[in-house]
């Protein structure tokens, strides 16, 4: 590895040490440079630069929170945290500041950076597009990206810094002194690591779990209920300065051996966590909801045997194998990290595939990190994971839940009406064929294709002097108005105001008797255009939002009378969130509803029964969901679910009570949705 100013260690470090994700900054690309530089010398100028400070660059249409900055530029070491400081330069960044070496950096980023010197030597062999270097990544470093944006970002910053120039059919190549950065860079060498990663977990010996824990995951296996009744929420634990989660967890558990009465625990926790009391009493209530405490007296508490099995023996993998018993998408993460690395989108797969409707990132984020100090999973960049050896090796002897939306999915899959059998890849299609310049009916194709995705009619037109596509908000003659949407691709991945006639939009939209008019591009260069185009009653649709759109719409669907706020310029995005949020909410609700009566057919009370009413449930949901529910939308939901169609809950004289396994409930619901999609044939 060459040497630069300063005498800087530029050693490259280990792949598994090296993040998988590649910084990007507000605003056009082609600015980056000169941003992230204007960017630099302003943090270097001040002495203190706060999480919560903003930046706005001169040529920027808007000033960015300076940890959106840190998030996207510490995990290549450029930033980093400071608890005095605030946000401060590394060593790199400093160096690159004073030299603007295009060298230098695109040497941190390879030193710290998965596939960024290696994408330059695929380029070496050949030249190749997004979409091919994507598989070779894949293909001889095991990476999972089912996206091409992340070779999208390292080929946009290797042509930002002279590396490597576009050229016909959309292919990359290395330029000359890309060709003298690649030697002196140390590579790594394709299929070695992924060849051990792959067979690590085959060969691996993990303890073998006590009695007590082992028949937990034995029930879990035999009894179809205690799935159903595994809690959606960890809960708040106390960590000391510098400690861990498994740490932490083993002090509390410790302090119940034998028992701790609720006095105790809180002074302990002052005293060692230096946390308020309604903090340590939250805490307590965590400890129980993950199988370490149950009451033992009045305001005392003991460590479960399970708990105590786990600290005799001290693994933290039969603390995770108990937690999994307990908490939902626990042993789920591990099933789904590598495909979806990202926290938040495993916080959308635990929402809508696994019914954790109650889900929130706090949750996530401490599942992740119970697995990282247990050394299942492995942080690939912030806030990215992908499971180890030892996780996947784990994951085979977990009992799982079953997704949500399989369940449903094989029932209905044959009567289900769609375009479209693959959400992701309609998706990647949109993705790649808005920056397909050369092609723009293949971007025409990809929006007609989300727009059939979401269930609404989309006719591609095309062609001089006519709009792109035609979409009828609705179902064949009952619609809820009519949009033309006019598809601007760019190789740049953002539309300029020169690039659009306001004026032939409106008259496509005459032409095609349309209440709606939109416009779909990979991202629009904002200031005036934002305003010409609502002063037109234009919408500006990028690829971004068409892509939330349509997954929102499979796991959140609203009606034709309410999508047609997509169309809506100005105000009609926020009327989206507003009713999405609605529908999340009651979604939640039913699953928290379900929950607790779930929980009371398991506890059965003598004088009670398992029953329920309406005041019950809020009180046992209360805190569960913001704003706190009324007893009103509770009733209104015990109501329907114990109908006579629906018949999930009996209903007696002392409330609502569960007769039957929330699957069979379940199984009822998705031969209604038989039946219903059956209707469109």
């Not at 295009?102 to 950076?113: D, G, I, M, Q, Y």
């Not at 394709?190 to 029930?219: S, T």
């Not at 709606?516 to 009653?537: C, K, N």
């Amino acid at each position: 590895m060459r040497e630069k100013t300063g005498g800087i260690d530029l050693s490259l470090l280990p792949w598994q040490s090296r993040v998988g994700s590649m910084p990007s900054l507000p605003g056009p690309s082609e600015l980056w440079i000169d941003q992230l530089a204007a960017l630099l010398t302003h943090l270097q100028e001040n002495d203190r630069n706060d999480l919560h400070d903003t930046f706005q660059f001169p040529a920027g249409e808007r000033a960015t929170k300076l940890s959106s900055y840190a998030d996207q530029l510490a995990p290549c070491q450029l930033l980093r945290r400071d608890k005095t400081r605030g946000v401060v330069l590394t060593d790199y960044a400093a160096a690159w500041v004073k030299t603007h070496d295009a060298e230098l950096l695109a040497t941190v980023f390879h030193c710290h950076v998965r596939y960024f010197g290696e994408l330059l030597r695929h380029l070496s062999e050949q030249p190749a597009t997004v979409g091919r270097l994507r598989e070779l990544a894949n293909d001889d470093f095991v990476l999972g990206w089912k996206s091409a944006d992340p070779v999208r970002r390292r080929a946009k910053w290797l042509r930002l810094l002279g590396f490597a120039d576009e050229i016909q059919e959309n292919k990359l190549r290395i330029t000359e002194a890309g060709e003298s950065l690649l030697a002196g860079l140390e590579l790594q060498e394709p299929g070695v690591l992924g060849k051990h990663e792959q067979d690590i977990g085959d060969v691996c010996e993990l303890p073998q779990p006590g009695p007590v824990i082992a028949h937990l995951l034995a029930d879990l296996t035999e009894n179809e209920d205690a799935q159903a009744v595994r809690k959606p929420v960890f809960g708040y634990v106390p960590i000391g300065g510098g400690g861990s989660q498994v740490e932490s967890l083993m002090r509390l558990t410790s302090l119940a051996i034998p028992m701790v009465t609720t006095s105790g625990f809180e002074s302990m926790c002052r005293t060692e966590f230096g946390v308020k009391s309604s903090s340590a009493r939250s805490a307590l209530t965590m400890l129980r909801n993950i199988g370490l405490y149950e009451p033992c007296g009045r305001s005392e508490f003991t460590a479960t045997a399970a708990a105590r099995e786990w600290v005799e023996g001290g693994s933290s993998i039969d603390l995770v194998r108990l937690v999994h018993t307990r908490i939902r998408f626990v042993g789920e993460f591990l099933l789904n990290v590598d495909e979806y690395p990202r926290v938040s989108e495993l916080l959308g797969v635990a929402v809508s595939e696994y019914g954790v409707e109650s889900a929130v990132l706090n949750f996530m984020q401490r599942i992740a990190r119970l697995l990282k100090e247990a050394d299942l999973i492995t942080e690939t960049g912030f806030s990215r994971y992908s499971s180890t050896g030892v996780g996947r090796a784990l994951l085979k002897e977990l009992p799982l839940a079953k997704p949500v939306s399989s369940i449903a999915m094989e029932d209905i899959a044959e009567s289900v009406v769609t375009e479209v059998e693959d959400l992701d890849a309609v998706i990647e299609e949109l993705r790649q064929a808005s920056t397909d310049s050369q092609a723009p009916q293949r971007f025409e194709d990809a929006i007609a294709a989300c727009f059939l995705a979401m269930g609404l009619q989309a006719e591609r037109i095309g062609g001089s002097g006519d709009t792109d596509v035609v979409v009828d908000i609705g179902f064949r003659s009952v619609t809820a108005g009519r949009a033309i949407v006019d598809a601007k691709s760019s190789a740049s991945g953002v539309i300029t105001e020169k690039a659009i006639n306001l004026h032939a939009i409106a008259e496509h939209r005459k032409k095609h008797d349309a209440e709606y008019m939109a416009i779909v591009g990979p991202s629009f260069l904002h200031g005036r255009l934002d305003q010409w185009a609502t002063e037109s009653g234009v919408v500006l649709l990028s690829v971004d939002q068409l892509a939330a759109l349509v997954r929102r719409q499979h796991v959140t669907p609203l009606s034709p009378n309410e999508l047609r706020h997509a169309f809506v310029a100005e105000t009609g995005w926020s009327q989206l969130e507003s009713l999405w949020a609605a529908r999340d909410r009651q979604r939640r609700l039913v699953s928290l509803i379900m929950g607790s009566l779930a929980r009371e057919a398991l506890e059965f009370d003598e004088v009670l029964g398992t029953s329920l009413d309406a005041v019950s449930v809020y009180r046992a949901i209360r805190d569960s969901v913001h704003p706190r529910p009324s007893t009103k939308e509770i009733q209104e939901i015990l109501d329907f679910l114990s109908s006579d169609l629906m018949g999930v809950l009996t209903h007696n004289a002392n409330g609502y009570s569960l007769h039957e396994s929330p699957m069979t409930s379940s199984d009822r619901l998705v031969s209604f949705a038989s039946a219903i999609a059956a209707a469109a044939n």
